[in-house]
């Protein structure tokens, strides 16, 4: 049914096959801006075929996409990722780990949960089963987010955490190494 009337319409005024870099992105626009020096501002919607894996485009992205002028403006048909923005790499970072944890990691605990509370050196953490455990931050306690070392004070509220842990002489939870941050996709 989309595609009778888009070839109905198509007798109208006629597709552009618009390559350039993205200018910017925002609230339905997406601007790209031409070798040529034009610049075409036009709405993507739900209609819109996207034949990249991603949808979210940063400024200077090279794409290529068919845009149907109209009337009332203009909106996307089909966009297409030719290239990625060059982006900085992320600063490679040194930690000084145990030499033991390369070998044999510490802690026989592996869990995730959400962090509740934090009091000094002991924080609240629940596990999907609702469970509270109570745990003791250590001062060799190895904590990552985002892909880089934080700092105890760094440990965001209300966010899902993986917890590697183990019990000590007194029957407490130690946590020896914990991460939090999102799934990173390949470009």
């Not at 350039?20 to 739900?46: H, I, M």
């Not at 592996?110 to 931050?137: N, P």
Request: with cysteine; net charge positive.
């Amino acid at each position: 049914m989309v595609n009778l009337l888009l070839a109905l319409l198509s007798f109208v005024q006629e597709p552009e096959l618009i390559r350039g870099s993205v200018d910017r992105s925002q609230g339905g626009e997406l601007v790209v801006k031409t070798p040529e020096g034009r610049v075409v501002s036009c709405q993507t919607n739900t209609d819109t075929h996207h034949e990249s894996p991603t949808v979210l485009w940063t400024p200077g992205d090279r794409i290529e996409g068919w845009m149907w002028p109209a009337a009332d403006g203009c909106r996307w048909l089909s966009l297409k990722l030719l290239l990625r923005a060059n982006r900085p790499e992320r600063p490679k970072l040194r930690l000084d780990l145990n030499p033991v944890d390369s070998i044999v990691q510490r802690g026989n605990l592996v869990f995730s949960g959400i962090v509740l509370r934090i009091d000094g050196r002991q924080m609240v953490v629940r596990a999907r089963s609702g469970t509270l455990y109570t745990l003791l931050l250590r001062s060799d306690t190895h904590l990552f987010g985002d892909g880089s070392a934080r700092r105890p004070d760094e440990i965001p509220f209300n966010r899902s955490v993986y917890v590697r842990a183990g019990s000590n002489f007194e029957g407490q939870i130690e946590v020896f190494r914990m991460a939090w941050g999102e799934i990173l996709h390949p470009q």
